[in-house]
């Protein structure tokens, strides 16, 4: 089984700043688009950003601007570095993975919590 594991989520001011870490250890990682998802309570599951297994990023119109997805092919980890961080942003982020060259099932993080309050 692929774990992904999420890091980095908690409670934030409006204004400030977080990164989440995607750890994909057992993943053949460099085949791989990773994203970033969020789900707030009472809404679908949402696309955040994505980078592709070539480095081509994809953001939402609601996060471009203010925050930036990357990837270490080396550690088999994808970020997520959140700035001006707005209340709206309050969600549950998940880490996913799915494989450019293979149609498969898409792996899903257990999702990390992202609270924006004063």
């Known amino acids: 089984q692929v774990l992904l594991v999420e890091s980095g989520g908690g409670l934030v001011q409006p204004g400030g700043s977080l990164r989440l870490s995607c750890a994909a250890p057992d993943l053949h990682f460099s085949v791989y688009t990773m994203g970033w998802y969020r789900q707030a309570p009472g809404k679908q599951r949402e696309l955040v950003a994505r980078?592709?297994?070539?480095?081509?990023?994809d953001e939402s119109d609601f996060v471009k601007g203010r925050f930036k997805i990357s990837r270490d092919d080396t550690s088999k980890t994808v970020y997520l570095q959140m700035n001006n961080l707005k209340p709206e942003d309050t969600a549950v982020y998940y880490c996913?993975?799915?494989?450019?060259?293979?149609?498969?099932?898409?792996?899903w993080g257990q999702g990390t919590q992202v609270t924006v309050s004063s």
């Open positions: 980078i592709s297994s070539t480095g081509t990023t």
């Open positions: 996913n993975a799915e494989n450019d060259y293979v149609v498969s099932r898409p792996y």
